[in-house]
């Protein structure tokens, strides 16, 4: 039972960043679509049912219950699900809304009973095998995507809007400036995934001194920048940017004999110059105002940049008028499926959850954040600590612009990894 729960969690975690990919071919090529796309939650459920069931006579299983972390995961979900009775809407998208709002909150529930379960150390080591070895191939694949294989080639998959995955994305529809997805749903989730990857490589590239360790670690920052490039998404960009700066921040901190290689100082000055050498003449090109500001004057769609404005508008005013909130799969990509009231995308995941659970459910998810991200912080000594700390932050960003949280292969992975750390320390506290 409690080897069982451990291969599921592992599964679990090198699937998702292919699921959307997997899920699609299969499910279209033998009938089955809709259940290749539930079939992941399914399974969730059951690794987490086994993990409960290993732990639920374990001495230190009373302690868990205990945890204020907990308490405030459990307000969340019961708060969502009370919402159901109160707040009902189109039921099939109420279900979405519910599996996308608390799934990836139960995996990190998962991550902390089989980081209690197992040795932390060993779990943490094969978990970032996992994720690390996935995302290689997500990142190959990526680029592939760009320079070698034709736009139509997940066509041949089954993408298509009808089965729910679109099989190409251009900065505005427009087919000369093509965005990669990879196996990822959508370029701004891909780049979501790859800050943490990026955040993984570049910390233990700074760690570890074994040549060979930094050898790959360098590749995977490299090829990690390449493909963040190819997304073309500036929520993305921004985000990375961040957990960049946090990496290094927090690398200062906890080493004082640590110095910013000159090398790495000169590459980021060249690139600041060469990138505002760029941009600066060039601001009024096709391609820059394409690319950096998605605001041609050719493009008949809506300015991003305005459309989030009113967005925000429009969720703050929502917000006001119904601060308890409209119930799960009014708002967000569940919302797409709402035959009662309509679509809501808020592009800002924050927004979302205001619009469907309310101010105070706002409050719980939030509250639930920054205790993780101070539980993180608590343990900055270890780089997994740092590497999963300074995504945080990138991705924390990303879903003031995107609702990345949604994303499978971005919640999962993070949430995942972050439970696992999050109680390591909390496991061997009891030891003592």
């Not at 690390?132 to 990142?139: F, I, K, P, Q």
């Amino acid at each position: 039972m409690k080897r069982a729960s451990l291969f599921i969690f592992y599964g679990l975690l090198a699937y998702m960043p292919l699921h959307i990919l997997l899920s699609t071919w299969l499910g279209t090529s033998l009938g089955v679509l809709d259940f290749a796309k539930v079939f992941k939650d399914v399974i969730l459920f059951i690794g987490f049912g086994l993990a409960l069931a290993a732990s639920f006579k374990k001495p230190w299983f009373k302690s868990i219950l205990k945890d204020r972390l907990l308490w405030l995961i459990s307000a969340y979900a019961a708060l969502t699900l009370l919402l159901v009775l109160f707040k009902p809407t189109d039921q099939d998208a109420e279900i979405l809304g519910v599996v996308y709002n608390l799934r990836f909150l139960l995996f990190f529930i998962y991550a902390m009973l089989l980081a209690r379960l197992f040795e932390p150390s060993q779990l943490l080591r094969n978990s970032l095998k996992v994720v690390m070895s996935v995302g290689l191939l997500v990142l190959i694949f990526g680029v592939l995507q760009y320079t070698v294989l034709p736009d139509s080639i997940m066509e041949r998959v089954g993408y298509s809007r009808e089965n729910g995955a679109l099989p190409a994305f251009f900065i505005d529809n427009k087919p000369d400036l093509e965005r990669v997805m990879s196996t990822i749903r959508d370029p701004n989730s891909f780049g979501a995934f790859i800050i943490i990857i990026l955040s993984i490589s570049l910390t233990y590239l700074l760690a570890t001194k074994n040549p060979d360790i930094k050898k790959v670690t360098a590749g995977f920052v490299g090829l990690s920048t390449l493909t963040l490039w190819y997304t073309f998404s500036r929520s993305a960009w921004i985000g990375a940017l961040l957990s960049v700066a946090a990496v290094f921040a927090l690398r200062l901190k906890t080493d004082r004999n640590f110095k910013l290689p000159k090398k790495y100082l000169m590459v980021a000055g060249v690139l600041i110059v060469l990138s505002l050498l760029f941009i600066i003449p060039l601001r009024n090109t096709y391609f820059v105002q394409n690319v950096i500001f998605h605001a041609d004057q050719s493009t008949v769609l809506e300015d991003p940049n305005e459309l989030r404005q009113r967005f925000l508008q429009e969720s703050v005013a929502a917000a006001v008028d119904n601060p308890l909130g409209y119930g799960p799969g009014t708002a967000g990509l569940a919302s797409i499926r709402n035959n009662v009231q309509g679509t809501t995308l808020n592009e800002n995941y924050y927004l979302q959850i205001l619009h469907e659970v309310g101010l105070a459910g706002l409050l719980l998810f939030l509250s639930i954040l920054i205790i993780v991200a101070i539980r993180l912080y608590s343990q900055v000594s270890k780089p997994f600590a740092v590497a999963l700390l300074a995504a945080l932050i990138g991705i924390a960003f990303t879903n003031l612009l995107v609702h990345i949280w949604a994303n499978e292969a971005v919640s999962y992975t993070w949430w995942g990894l972050a439970g696992l750390v999050v109680f390591t320390s909390k496991k061997k506290a009891t030891k003592k």
